[in-house]
């Protein structure tokens, strides 16, 4: 049985051989996702959020230093 993505084949039938089917891929079907997680890799798009939690780290260190030594410190926790 063939696997598909939404309406595509992306597994070919097996090839003739009796008793050791042998599957191919059809990598066309797949381009889309390739493409898609091609653009996650991309330095430039985590850049910046990587920053902003870095400063958001830094920003939270900081706030918790003024308010005190650790224990007077009351947890606000769920």
Not at 3 to 27: A, E, F, K, N, W
Not at 30 to 53: N, V, Y
Not at 63 to 72: I, L, M, Q, S
């Amino acid at each position: 049985m063939p696997y598909r993505v939404p309406g595509q084949l992306i597994m070919c039938p097996p090839s003739t051989q009796p008793g050791h089917p042998i599957y191919r891929l059809d990598p066309g079907p797949l381009a889309p996702l390739a493409d898609w997680l091609a653009g996650l890799a991309t330095a430039d798009r985590w850049e910046r959020h990587l920053d902003a939690l870095e400063t958001e780290i830094y920003r939270t260190r900081r706030e918790r230093r003024a308010r005190g030594p650790v224990e007077h410190r009351r947890e606000h926790t769920a």
